[in-house]
């Protein structure tokens, strides 16, 4: 980590269902200290604001400064919110709803505050300074316990004027089968997310048809994470491997899909299941890809796998509060300066188009790893 100077400092802190981190970024959005802790205590009781703000405290030790020399905070959060009013609308592992969360903590820190979507925050993150830089364009998805999106157009995360957006694990693959807890059935995330192939896993291991998951995990869905999976397969548990990729596929049309309505410049996959098998992943997302794009988009969007990992999130979240704080308006034009002509025409020339050679995998992170450990 690079010391501290007399310049502004951000904080970032992504908060999820199972662990919080606050990093401490400096006026270029380098990390000068970081604090990570589990989202509840022992007790387990109720997300408090006494828990965050020891997390940002420990960070700003650690950063060498004080709350003084922080010009805002961002915090990204799961679950659908109000970008205006920076009220959470929901946050079911949170066990919040309707909260006031941008009011509570400028109340508390008097610093500005800006609050948005983790997966949002996640994809503007990598916007910015990891595989989606450089781009007009970026379209996130991170497949795990749930599938999430996030979208950003021309330095600006895409969200509704009342709510965000982008909740496309409830896209509707098919007429019927699983749902995503709420919603319609036969949705991406009811028949394609980590617990959807887990469950279909634990059929398997019943059925006699994957002996090594069956030494690995049983049937107990609950212990099938993203490892468990991918050494399944590594092993031989050839069911195994058909459901996964068969899953990925699903993934893939879903993707398929948005490209014929956003046209991003690039795709960023991340997540437990990718970070774990990410060849096999990618080569059954291209597939389910190629079945649904149409055809004069095929080569439109560059797929490629999460560059920062569980630093993403916070970056992004830094950076949001940084666009809006410095522009002087609560919702404010683009963080960077206006995308240049060469610069598209870098990202059109990029010779790992979506294609069936595709990219390879570099470094892959997930956003919430602590919560989909694999």
Known sequence: MTQPDN???WIGFDLGGTKMMAVVFDS??????RKKRKTRSKGGEKVGFDRIEETMQDALIEAKISLHDVAGIGIGVPGPLNPASGVVLEATNLGWKNVPLRQQLQDRFERPVEVCNDVDAGVFGEYLRGAGKGCRSVLGLFPGTGIGGGFVYEGRIFHGTRSTCMEVGYLQMATEGAAAGTGP????????????????AAKAVFRGQAPSLQAI???????????????SIEDGDKAVEQIVRRS???VGRGIGSLINILAPDRVILGGGLVEAMPELYLDAVRKGIKRNVLPSLVDCAEIVVSKLGDLAAAL???GVVRQRVT??????????QPFSSSQHSDVLNSPDRINPAGTSAEHVASLD???DPS
């Open 369 to 371: 790893s602590e919560d």
């Open 248 to 250: 990925a596929e699903q």
């Open 316 to 318: 992004g979240a830094a």
């Open 327 to 336: 522009a002087g308006v609560h919702d404010s034009g683009p963080l960077q």
């Open 28 to 33: 270029n959005l380098q990390e000068v200290g």
């Open 7 to 9: 310049k502004q400092y």
């Open 185 to 200: 059935v036969g949705t991406l995330e009811g028949l394609a997310s980590r617990l959807a192939i887990s469950a279909e």
């Open 217 to 231: 995990a049983g049937t107990d869905v609950a212990k099938i994470r993203s490892s468990a999976l991918r050494k």
